[in-house]
């Protein structure tokens, strides 16, 4: 700790980082700045009793930093550019057009980055307008047909504006843009959840076992998160000895580094997405437009109605039972295994090391290199699948197993993308004081 600290010491006396890392925190500021500042006709009471039971709701309301509960104007985050960007990585697989531009390089990312901006802003029209819908039907907003229009050109402009705050930060700050947005709105909420804590522990209504239980879990989780995002598995590489003319070029060993976590967080992302998409759907026939209709069409009772939303509810929601966890679960395995087929490519990775002269050792270039890099890559992907899958359980299982549930940052998606945000910027840092000559953090 001491080492590290020396380092971010030195990191603060080089003028440009210092300047860099003060531009983050001012952009930082202003994202928080903007994330209170309130649209109108909503129903502050019926906001806040939507997100009491949790659901997708509360899971999205995490990444925008509560902009989502305060209906703030920052209040869809950055989640449509999220989206839009793995809907073109799925088209890029898919549509042979899209791959070859992508080869191009630098011009064909920034075509690729243009066109995922324009589907990020008809992205976050089309949710806007859902969320209107949901608060509507829920009673949570209240106005009319023109404070709709409002609120959607204005959570559309948020969104818009977030882009562009992500794009300065990577250009003139220090790690990636988009990542620590998501990383502040986090965060921002810690605070909060920490005042509560404490206020629950001077209160008498949790001990202080409770409390330690609680740091010596969420200690345990940053150690185990820091270990899988770090692990690789090395495959050596030799590269074969070119002459031409005097010189002789290549004949060095190096390694191949496999990820035991390629895909990151995002499988979380679409596996709680596909699990509470039936219990959000029930939760918006709730609506008393929507009831009376099935009412009426139906022929069917009010408390019929309430029953089977609420079975819905109770069935599909991760935490509430054992199905539903275990089907969460395996959701996150299996789009850690799509998600990592679809960014990482043995084929195209063989093709590679055989056209720059390399092979693994004691493995044939082409075919059986792509077979003994598919085979390696599904074995440690397991391990990786079956720790996201852990982790994304553990926010609905820590607060009733500790009797702390004020302190949501302590397991699952938040603190897999605060630890993994961390040390992406902390290497970036390293990265400029290796230029330096600096001692770095890792």
């Known amino acids: 700790m001491r080492e590290r600290l020396a380092a971010l010491a030195q990191a603060l006396k080089l003028p440009d980082v210092r300047k860099r890392i003060t531009f983050v925190m001012t952009m930082f500021a202003v994202y928080v700045a903007c994330a209170h500042v309130p649209m109108p006709g909503v129903d502050p009471k019926a906001l806040e009793e939507l997100f009491s039971g949790g659901g997708l709701g509360e899971f999205i309301n995490m990444f925008v930093g509560g ?44 075509k690729i980055n243009r066109w995922t901006r324009y589907l990020t802003v008809g992205l976050a029209v089309l949710q806007g307008m859902g969320m209107i819908g949901w608060f509507r039907s829920a009673g949570a907003f209240t106005g009319d047909m023109t404070d709709m229009v409002f609120a959607v050109l204005m959570m559309t402009s948020g969104t818009a504006f977030l882009m562009w705050l992500g794009d300065q930060i990577t250009d003139k700050g220090i790690g990636q843009g988009v990542s620590l947005i998501i990383f502040v709105g986090i965060m921002t909420v810690m605070p909060q959840e920490l005042i509560q804590t404490l206020t629950l522990w001077k209160g008498g209504e949790i001990g202080l076992a409770n409390v330690l239980f609680l740091m010596l879990i969420f200690v345990a989780i940053i150690y185990g998160i820091v270990k899988v995002q770090q692990a690789q598995r090395e495959i050596p590489v030799q590269y074969a000895k070119r002459v031409r003319g005097n010189k ?132 440690i992907t397991l391990a990786g699948a079956l720790f996201l899958g852990c982790v994304a359980l553990a926010q609905y ?44 953090f890792l």
């Open 67 to 110: 902009s989502l509960k305060r209906f703030s104007v920052l209040a869809l985050g950055i989640m449509p550019y999220i989206n839009a960007s793995i809907i073109f990585q799925l088209l890029v697989m898919a549509i042979p057009q899209l791959e070859e531009l992508q080869k191009e390089g630098e011009y064909g990312q920034k």
């Open 248 to 379: 002789v070029w290549g004949g060095q060993t190096t390694h191949l580094p496999l990820r035991v976590n390629q895909a990151g967080v995002i499988p979380i992302i679409f596996a709680i997405s596909v699990a509470l998409f039936p219990a959000t759907l029930a939760n918006l026939l709730q609506g008393p437009s929507v009831t009376e209709f099935l009412t009426n069409t139906f022929h069917l009772a009010d408390g019929t109605i309430q029953g089977v939303i609420f079975s819905i509810v109770e069935f599909t929601t991760p935490g509430r039972n054992g199905f539903a966890s275990f089907l969460y679960f395996l959701l996150v395995v299996i789009f850690t295994y799509f998600y990592t087929a679809v960014t990482f490519n043995p084929e195209q990775i063989a093709e590679n090391l055989q056209k720059n002269g390399g092979a693994v050792r004691g493995i044939r270039p082409g075919e059986k290199t792509r077979d003994y890099l598919d085979k390696i890559l599904y074995r």
């Open 397 to 440: 299982y820590i607060g009733p197993i500790t009797g702390v549930t004020t302190f949501s940052l302590v397991g699952g998606t938040s603190l897999l993308i605060v630890v993994g945000v961390a040390l992406d910027t902390m290497q970036q840092i390293e990265a400029h004081l290796l230029m330096r000559h600096y001692k770095g």
